[in-house]
């Protein structure tokens, strides 16, 4: 992970093509609020699935009375992200890394894995962004809900 995305420092105002394929900012999607930005390996992992899974039943239901925001940047193509939101019934929307220039630009790139420039996956992040700063980041796959406890982070408005 690039070593200016620390607590406190800004978070680039990254810009893809969503689930509906209409490329948006983050900024737009965050409209202010507090945002766990969930950097995924796409739908191919079971961990990753099972963690969007657990997202919906637990984290959805949270964020939206607590005035904050999810965004799933995944390496999936937007009509496969679209497919997966459709059938787990998420309301938080996906952007599409599908050519890998935003987990690139971010150096989330998951160096254990050496393959080709195509097969390139992130390293599972979260990162909770407020006002555009990075306040909160973990790498590694551990979920959102555990790594809150942990750090002693909670979802507040």
């Known amino acids: 992970m690039r070593d200016d995305l620390r607590p406190g420092n800004k978070f680039p105002d990254i810009e893809l093509p969503n689930h509906d394929k209409e490329v948006v900012k983050l900024s737009s999607l965050m409209r202010g609020f507090p945002t766990v930005v969930v950097f995924s390996r796409g739908y191919y992992c079971p961990k990753d699935r099972r963690q969007l899974a657990s997202y919906v039943e637990h984290l959805q239901p949270e964020l939206s009375v607590n005035y904050c925001k999810l965004v799933v940047v995944s390496v999936d193509s937007p009509m496969l992200s679209k ?8 309301t938080f929307p996906f952007l599409s ?8 630009e971010l150096d989330i790139v998951d160096s254990s894995v ?8 992130p390293t599972p992040s979260c990162l909770v962004v407020i006002a555009r ?20 982070w909670t979802i507040a408005p």
């Open 83 to 90: 497919e997966i939101r459709d059938g787990l019934a998420t």
């Open 97 to 104: 890394d599908e050519e890998k220039k935003v987990i690139n």
């Open 114 to 121: 050496s393959f080709t420039a195509r097969w390139r996956f």
């Open 133 to 152: 700063s990075t306040r909160f980041t973990t790498a590694g796959g551990s979920s959102v809900a555990r790594q809150s406890k942990r750090c002693g």
